[in-house]
């Protein structure tokens, strides 16, 4: 069955960094894009990052672009989000995510392009 597991999450202070990553199992990982979102309580999901199969292709949230950088690793199933500059507004459970289509030309944060999800994981920036 389809698993996504994230880890990297924690406590960090303004203007630090955390990497998250993404392990996934259950399906051949390279030939789908993944996606990075996030949740803050009462708010909606919103999209972080986006990276194609071919890893060619990236899309960010204009909140985060050119601080964050979404990556992926075939050979170890994994998709990597490197957060730096990590500001006040930040903080939330953050979220991978597989595609639904094999090989889409799809790259944006439209949730139900997206079919599986990790269980989250926390982010709080904190002086």
């Known amino acids: 069955q389809v698993q996504l597991v994230e880890s990297g999450g924690g406590l960090v202070q303004p203007g630090g960094s955390l990497r998250l990553s993404c392990a996934a199992s259950?399906?051949?990982?390279?030939?789908?894009?993944m996606a990075w979102f996030r949740q803050d309580p009462g708010k909606e999901r919103e999209g972080v990052a986006c990276i194609s199969s071919s890893a060619t292709s990236t899309y960010y949230d204009r909140n985060v672009e050119g601080r964050f950088t979404i990556t992926r690793d075939d050979a170890e199933s994994t998709v990597y989000l490197q957060m730096n500059g990590l500001k006040p507004e930040d903080p939330a459970v953050y979220y991978c995510?597989?595609?639904?289509?094999?090989?889409?030309?799809?790259?944006?944060?439209?949730?139900?392009?997206?079919?599986?999800w990790g269980q989250g994981i926390q982010v709080t920036v904190s002086s």
């Open positions: 995510a597989k595609q639904r289509e094999v090989y889409n030309d799809y790259i944006g944060f439209l949730t139900r392009m997206y079919d599986y």
């Open positions: 259950g399906f051949i990982f390279r030939e789908y894009n």
